[in-house]
């Protein structure tokens, strides 16, 4: 056998498991969870890439913080905050304009783009990028501004590969609270009113991702804003949606969750499990199993006897009879035979000769009788035999 057909099993069984723990992860984890290369600033995800720590903090301070899963065209926004970071999902320009609508109604957006888009034209700002061409932070720090939302000169390590970048009309009325090195027109993260409310920008939402938050002077000014902002009973939603989120979970789970939601679901999982633990047991053997039972042993005669049996029932008489001839004739030094009957040519051999005349004749008789008499057959060819063997000494 060779070492690719030895080795086939475990191929095949390698192979199996790899595809079974494939299927397993994309039934069980989440839509959209993190991989290696996905950024997504999700408040419910707790990955380096994501924001979850700064919900969280806001919820510490007081701050009622939800998800969205829907689209603004279905349900517009509502609540006091609003936060898009870096959207997966581009916002349609019905979207955006239901956006705005809402910001100067009073709302408080917290936005952080990505490069280009509606949002970033109809408020006025681009971004620069200020990074290495292999998307590497140059080495620096931001500097907090002077404002109410801010601790005059409190400054940091800075995690942005980009600025924020105002048009003539914007400038006049935006408010730079976090800047990178001395350039305050270059800001990383800005306050930009609009109407009744406002739109409170980051230049790369970096700064309070779960990675970066320990040491983010943006992440302070954000939070204050935030706090600022938001009255009591207000609900700063995160626009998880744009992160390409529907909040389900794997086929199992939803599939477990709509069971456990009713009293037919849960007796159809109680007997799944029931039926499993019974298949588990079922096939589990409990201690060292029975000894086999030792057969009892044939003795010859009855094995002979049982062969005459069988013979008798299928009227083979002739064929043991035959049997017989063939048998002794090996016994006796292999008398040949080739004709139509080699039985009786057997037998008209040893006729011929004077001392094996007389058994001969009495075997031919008891082959010839209808049915062959057995037993005198037997007893011919025992003195055929004998009488040859002592003849060839």
């Known amino acids: 056998m060779s070492d690719l057909s030895r080795h086939r099993p475990y191929l095949i069984w390698g192979v199996g498991l790899v595809v079974a723990a494939i299927v397993a992860v994309l039934a069980l984890v989440p839509t959209g969870s993190w991989v290696a290369m996905d950024v997504r600033r999700s408040s419910t995800r707790v990955t380096p890439d994501g924001v ?18 829907g689209s603004f065209t279905s ?3 509502r609540g006091g905050g609003l936060a898009i970071l870096q959207p997966v999902i581009t916002l349609s320009a019905a979207e955006v304009h ?3 609508e809402w910001v100067r109604g009073g709302g408080t957006l917290v936005y952080s783009p990505t490069s280009g888009g509606l949002v970033m034209d109809s408020l006025g700002i681009d971004l620069t990028f200020v990074g290495t061409p292999f998307g590497v932070p140059v080495p620096g720090r931001d500097s907090l501004l002077s404002h109410p939302w801010t601790e005059e000169g409190l400054t940091g390590p800075t995690s942005s590969t980009w600025t924020l970048e105002a048009d003539s009309v914007r400038r006049e009325s935006w408010v730079p609270l976090s800047v990178t090195g ?19 920008v ?11 938050l320990g040491a983010s002077v943006s992440a302070v000014a954000a ?19 744009h992160q390409a989120l529907d909040g389900r979970g794997g086929a199992f789970r939803e599939t477990y969750k709509l069971a456990k939601s009713s009293g037919v679901g849960r007796a159809i999982l109680h007997l799944a499990v029931v039926a499993i633990v019974l298949m588990l047991l079922t096939g589990r053997r409990f201690g060292a199993p029975f000894p086999e039972a030792e057969g009892e042993h044939r003795s010859t005669l009855e094995h002979v006897e049982a062969l005459a049996g069988i013979y008798r029932a299928a009227s083979s008489h002739r064929t043991a009879a035959r049997h017989l001839i063939r048998g002794a004739a090996r016994r006796s030094g292999g008398v040949q ?25 009495a075997a031919l008789a008891a082959l010839r009788a209808n049915p062959p008499q057995l037993g005198d057959l037997e007893r011919a060819l025992d003195t055929i035999t004998a009488r040859h063997t002592t003849t060839t000494r």
């Open 337 to 361: 035979a080739s004709g139509a009957d080699p039985e009786e040519e057997i037998l008209m051999a040893w006729r011929a000769r004077p001392d094996l005349a007389e058994p001969a004749d």
């Open 98 to 100: 239901a956006t705005l």
């Open 75 to 77: 349900e517009p926004p």
């Open 182 to 200: 001395d350039d305050a027109e270059l800001p990383t993260l800005a306050w930009l009113p609009e109407g009744e409310g406002g739109v409170l």
């Open 52 to 69: 979850a720590a700064w919900a969280r903090s806001l919820e510490r301070l007081g701050v009622a913080v939800a998800q969205r899963y």
């Open 223 to 241: 939070t204050r804003a935030i706090v600022d902002r938001m009255s009591a009973g207000d609900t700063l939603f995160f626009s998880e949606y």
């Open 202 to 212: 980051f230049a790369d939402a970096e700064e309070i991702a779960n990675r970066a």
